[in-house]
């Protein structure tokens, strides 16, 4: 993609990130170049290219400079941008945290705070469902993760210090030559103190996992006494990987929970089939884990929404070395971008792919696809590593929730569509009116 001579194509990719790659990919095919000022760009929406640079070359692709440049101030050297040697200690360190069984023990908790959520609601109350989604997955790794019960402060602090450091962030990264963080810009200074309000938090809380020396059986403790040849994680690694699942863990969901209530809003029909199989298979009980294999449907409904209205639209990597993938010569330092919005646009897979039709989820249609091809939390050994973790919540809470509300949004509503870190509906919200089901569940 040309663009224009001097910008490339800045500001068509700062005006609309996702809208840039949904219609980059659809005039230009499954791989196409584009320059971004002095950033030249490989997007890609093949699925053969992306499963090659998830598993087959995953370690010749590092997360890229750029990008671990914003991250630093706030995630460190945590998972998420961390590679190379490091990532893999960490790796290895945390990877025993996620361990199945241990996540499974946290759907209770993922139910009980979904309750307390819809116990706080009153028939007629006008909801931003972002923000009611965002503060129930804050409060949902908060407990799971580091055993607190976060409480009405702590959450709302977080939350605005996160949407704080999200949005400077991403504008700090369209900043083709980025202002240093030690310059005192009105912006740094208002990152900084986001930064430190979360930081105050984690702080306290480690405090109190080392005075106890009690591992509470949470992530965080998990952390905090996991030790291997080298030792236990510095006390800075250890804030960094906190930040790192404080924000990799809540926001991602929290909108693609939101995105799942908009799509359910918009198709009442989807929603009804999704009753009938809830009240089927619960009877009107609160959902629990084992329930989950019996409620297949409500997980075409997620897979549907991840791949139609992604949380994490793309993602990207930066080449180590010159290399020939499917034919396209990456370069070294070159920067890809996995297109995992365009990708679910894609109708060589996706029949009529602007639809939201979570029965095309079948087990024969995802033996269809080829790999590379539905790759919402990525893939290969930098797959997301709350994977099962999301999965679960999502199905949790969204049984909970379609038990007793009714999913909507005002008449004619049409959200914006934000590409920040996650894409999310933006300052508009995603706007709703409190109605719960007229006819309780069987
Ligand atoms: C719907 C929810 C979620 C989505 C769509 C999602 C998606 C992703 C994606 C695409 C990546 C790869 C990013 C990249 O390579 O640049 C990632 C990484 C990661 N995610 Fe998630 N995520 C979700 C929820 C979670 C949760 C709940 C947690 C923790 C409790 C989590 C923890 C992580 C971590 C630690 C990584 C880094 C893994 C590594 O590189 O070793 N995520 N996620």
């Keep these: 993609m040309k663009g224009h001579w001097f910008w490339g194509c800045l500001f068509d990719l700062i005006r609309d990130r996702s809208?840039?790659?949904?219609?980059?990919?659809?005039?230009?095919?499954?791989v196409f170049f584009a320059r971004a000022l002095v950033r030249d760009l490989l997007c890609v929406r093949d699925p053969a290219v992306v499963n090659a640079i998830n598993v087959t070359y995953w370690a010749d692709f590092y997360k890229p400079d750029y990008i671990k440049a914003m991250w630093k101030p706030f995630l460190g050297n945590g998972l998420v941008p961390n590679d190379g040697e490091s990532w893999k200690r960490q790796h290895k360190l945390i990877m025993p945290g996620f361990h199945k069984k241990r996540v499974d023990a946290?759907?209770?908790t993922m139910v009980d705070f979904t309750e307390r959520m819809l116990d706080r609601w009153n028939e007629g109350d006008c909801k931003d469902m972002r923000v009611e989604l965002n503060a129930l997955a804050l409060e949902v790794v908060a407990c799971?993760?580091?055993?607190?019960?976060?409480?009405?402060?702590d959450s709302k602090t977080i939350r605005e210090a996160i949407g704080e450091v999200s949005e400077i962030l991403v504008a700090d990264a369209d900043k083709m030559i980025p202002r240093p963080d030690w310059w005192p810009t009105a912006e740094n200074r208002r990152k900084k103190r986001a930064i430190t309000k979360i930081e105050e938090i984690i702080r306290r809380v480690h405090e109190d996992r080392l005075t106890s020396q009690e591992d509470r059986g949470d992530l965080f403790s998990h952390m905090v006494f996991v030790e291997d040849?080298?030792?236990?994680?510095?006390?800075?690694?250890?804030?960094?990987?906190?930040?790192?699942?404080?924000?990799?863990?809540?926001?991602?969901?929290?909108?693609?929970?939101?995105?799942?209530?908009?799509?359910?809003?918009?198709n009442p029909n989807k929603v009804a089939k999704m009753r009938e199989e809830l009240d089927r298979v619960l009877g009107g009980c609160r959902p629990e884990v084992d329930d989950l294999p019996n409620l297949p449907y409500l997980e075409m409904v997620v897979k549907e929404s991840l791949r139609l209205l992604p949380s994490v639209w793309a993602y990207a990597r930066q080449a180590q070395r010159d290399l020939v993938i499917e034919g396209y010569e990456i370069k070294k330092g070159q920067t890809v971008t996995i297109s995992h919005i365009a990708m679910g646009r894609n109708p060589k897979y996706y029949d009529h792919p602007e639809e939201f039709r979570p029965e095309r989820w079948t087990r024969e249609f995802e033996r269809s696809l080829p790999r590379g091809a539905y790759t919402p939390f990525a893939g290969g050994p930098r797959v997301c590593l709350g994977k099962q973790f999301a999965m679960m919540e999502m199905r949790m809470i969204l049984a909970t929730l379609l038990q007793h509300v009714e999913p909507n949004v005002p008449e004619g509503f049409e959200p914006d569509f934000v590409t920040e870190l996650s894409m999310h509906p933006g300052k508009r919200g995603m706007p709703a009116t409190v109605r719960f089901r007229k006819t309780a569940p069987a």
């Design 19 to 30: 809208g840039f790659l949904i219609e980059g990919h659809a005039q230009l095919g499954d």
């Design 106 to 108: 946290y759907a209770p």
């Design 144 to 153: 799971t993760l580091f055993d607190i019960d976060i409480g009405t402060e």
């Design 229 to 266: 040849e080298q030792g236990c994680m510095s006390d800075k690694q250890l804030r960094d990987e906190a930040m790192t699942l404080i924000f990799a863990g809540h926001e991602t969901t929290a909108h693609a929970l939101t995105w799942t209530w908009y799509l359910l809003a918009k």
